[in-house]
C-alpha cells in the first residue's frame, strides 16, 4: 500500500503545503502497483469502468493527440501491455486496432497517460520546452484538455500561483535533464467539495450546502510518476486519483486542527486557486464544535 492513510499522518501532514517538486524513485515494480493506496479494494475496477464510459461517451473531452506523439504512444501500449504481464499476471486479449495506442494502454489501468514532447527554445538552447502531444486524462483535476494541447509546461500550469517564480525553472531542467530508466514519483493533494473524478472546469466548483459538514469534504490525492521513453525520447506522466472522504482522519489527534493551520498559511492565491472558501466554514465548525 503506497499510503498509510490509518496511521497517525494525515496526507496534509505528511505532504504539507509547500510548493515544491517533491520528486522521490520509485522501483519498477511499483511503477504501476495493483494495489490500492487507501485499502479500497474495489477501486480499480471502479475507475477502469468509469475511464471506459467516459471514453465512450465523452471522447472528445478525454483523449486527444497529435501525430507527434503517435510513435511514442505505441512505446507506451507496449510498455504497459508488457508491465501488467510482468508484475500483475494478467492475461490481455489483443489490443483494439481501431483505438488510438495511447486509449489501448489507458483502458489497461487506472492511471491518466500524458506524453510530452521535447522542443528546442530559441532563448536558452540548454533547456528546452516540454509540450503536451497526447493525452487519456479522464480524471481531471480542474483543467480542460483541449486547453492544454500542445502546450509547454509553463502554459499547462499558468493558472498555478506561483509556479513561473518558484517551479518554472526547476521543472523545465528536470525535464530536459531526465534519463531514459528511472522512476520518479510524487503525491500530490487537495481539499474538494465532490468525490467525483471527472472535474475539469474549476469555475464550475459548487461551495458546500448551509449546515455541511465534514462528511460533504473530501480529500483528492494524486499519485504521480515521470519517466522518459527509451524509443521516442518523450516524457510519460501518469497520474493515478484518490478520492477519500475527509472523515476518515477526523478521529486522528490533531488531524483537522493541522489542516486549519495548513489552509491558514497558504497565500491568499493559493487559497482562491485550491477553492478554501467552498469549504472552510464547515471545516472550521467541525474543528469548533467537534462535530
Not at 509556479?163 to 518554472?168: G, M, S, V
Request: charged share 25%; with cysteine; aromatic share 8%.
Amino acid at each position: 500500500m503506497e499510503m498509510d492513510s490509518s496511521g497517525e499522518q494525515t496526507p496534509w501532514q505528511r505532504l504539507g503545503h509547500r510548493f515544491t517538486l517533491g520528486l522521490r524513485a520509485r522501483d519498477e515494480a511499483e511503477w504501476l502497483p495493483s494495489g490500492d493506496a487507501f485499502g479500497d479494494p474495489a477501486r480499480r475496477t471502479r475507475q477502469l469502468a468509469e475511464k471506459a464510459r467516459l471514453f465512450d461517451r465523452r471522447h472528445g473531452e478525454v483523449f486527444a493527440a497529435t501525430p507527434e506523439g503517435l510513435s511514442a504512444s505505441r512505446e507506451v501500449l507496449s510498455m504497459v501491455t508488457a508491465y501488467l504481464q510482468t508484475h500483475h499476471g494478467a492475461a490481455l486479449a489483443a489490443p483494439d486496432p481501431s483505438l488510438h495506442p495511447l486509449e489501448s494502454a489507458a483502458r489497461l489501468v487506472p492511471e491518466d497517460l500524458l506524453l510530452l514532447a521535447p522542443r528546442a527554445r530559441p532563448d536558452d538552447p540548454d533547456i528546452l520546452d516540454w509540450c503536451l502531444v497526447a493525452a487519456a486524462l479522464a480524471f481531471p483535476a480542474h483543467w480542460v484538455l483541449a486547453e492544454k494541447m500542445g502546450r509547454p509546461l509553463a502554459g499547462i500550469h499558468e493558472p498555478v500561483p506561483h509556479y513561473a517564480t518558484q517551479l518554472e525553472a526547476p521543472m523545465d531542467r528536470f525535464f530536459t535533464r531526465m534519463q531514459v530508466g528511472p522512476i520518479s514519483h510524487r503525491w500530490n493533494w487537495s481539499v474538494v467539495t465532490t468525490d467525483g473524478l471527472f472535474t475539469p472546469h474549476r469555475t464550475r466548483r459548487a461551495p458546500l450546502r448551509p449546515g455541511a459538514g465534514i462528511e460533504d469534504i473530501f480529500v483528492r490525492m494524486e499519485s504521480q510518476t515521470l519517466r522518459k521513453l527509451a524509443g521516442s525520447g518523450q516524457i510519460l506522466f501518469t497520474i493515478r486519483t484518490y478520492v477519500e472522504p475527509l472523515g476518515r482522519w477526523a478521529d486522528v489527534p490533531g488531524a483537522m486542527e493541522s489542516l486549519v493551520d495548513t489552509l491558514d498559511r497558504m497565500t491568499p492565491q493559493m487559497r482562491d486557486y485550491k477553492g478554501v472558501a467552498l469549504y472552510e466554514d464547515a471545516l472550521r465548525a467541525h474543528v469548533a464544535t467537534g462535530r
